[in-house]
């Protein structure tokens, strides 16, 4: 399970790196350019990622034992919440007819897609912190 949780941030990382460089284009509509015939696709998949990261979360904690397991599972809640709201904004960006570079800096700016993509970088600190180590020849 944790490479699936870790696959779903590398989705929404991917993501929001893709939003700044449209957001940067001026595009009005994602009509007639490369980057505009991608975003709905970016969007799409972060949003499936989205999608049952906090179960992925919540998984990973009893996969991989991490202790204390009731600070672990305090969070997956928080995790739950930013996910949940993330989600919400990404369907509905994807649910207008159009989507212009303001609509997606004003999505790159919201604070609940940078709550979950925080959330993701605290996990996966944490959670490379807990993994041993392995040396070459061990």
């Not at 179960?55 to 202790?67: N, P, R, T, V, Y």
Request: glycine share 8%.
């Amino acid at each position: 399970m944790l490479g699936d949780l870790q696959e779903r941030g590398e989705t929404i990382e991917e993501c929001y790196e893709f939003m700044l460089a449209y957001a940067a284009q001026g595009l009005p509509s994602e009509e007639g350019s490369r980057a505009g015939g991608q975003v709905r696709e970016f969007l799409t998949r972060a949003a499936k990622a989205l999608d049952g990261l906090a179960g992925s979360f919540g998984a990973s904690i009893e996969e991989e034992g991490l202790e204390p397991a009731a600070k672990y599972h305090a969070f997956l809640a928080v995790l739950e919440r930013d996910a949940r709201d993330s989600l919400a904004a990404l369907e509905l960006v994807l649910a207008q007819p159009v989507i212009s570079s303001q609509l997606i800096d004003n999505l790159n700016a919201s604070i609940h897609l940078r709550a979950v993509l925080t959330d993701m970088f605290l996990v996966g600190e944490i959670i490379a912190k807990q993994r041993p180590v392995v040396k070459p020849g061990e």
